[in-house]
């Protein structure tokens, strides 16, 4: 069974940075693509990057294009969300999920989930 196992959240002045984890296990690492999620309270939950399976391409959204790298390290089955210049709106529980087909941004489609870390971003 695939698993994801996000790590790397905590408290953050604004403008600070930081780096979140999403450790996969339980399958092959290179046939499933991964997107890093994030969902604030009462907010929906939103897509924010992803990375392809077949050929490492990469998708943002907008309000982290330039700010946010995603990457994966395939000698560890882990990828990577590096979070700069954080802003007090980025505050959200972060979630990472895999699946087959790249569904991104959309987020139901995605059959894998892992548990979230928490960001906060004071002001």
């Known amino acids: 069974d695939v698993q994801l196992q996000a790590s790397g959240g905590g408290l953050v002045q604004a403008g600070g940075s930081l780096r979140l984890a999403c450790a996969v296990s339980g399958y092959s690492f290179d046939d499933y693509h991964i997107g890093w999620f994030r969902q604030a309270p009462g907010k929906a939950r939103e897509g924010l990057a992803s990375?392809?399976?077949?050929?490492?391409?990469?998708y943002y959204q907008d309000s982290v294009k330039g700010r946010f790298t995603i990457s994966k390290d395939n000698a560890t089955n882990t990828v990577y969300l590096q979070m700069n210049s954080l802003k007090p709106e980025d505050t959200a529980l972060y979630y990472c999920?895999?699946?087959?087909?790249?569904?991104?941004?959309?987020?139901?489609?995605?059959?894998?989930w892992g548990q979230g870390t928490l960001v906060t971003v004071s002001s």
């Open positions: 990375i392809s399976s077949t050929d490492d391409s990469t």
């Open positions: 999920a895999a699946e087959l087909q790249n569904c991104y941004p959309d987020a139901a489609p995605y059959g894998y």
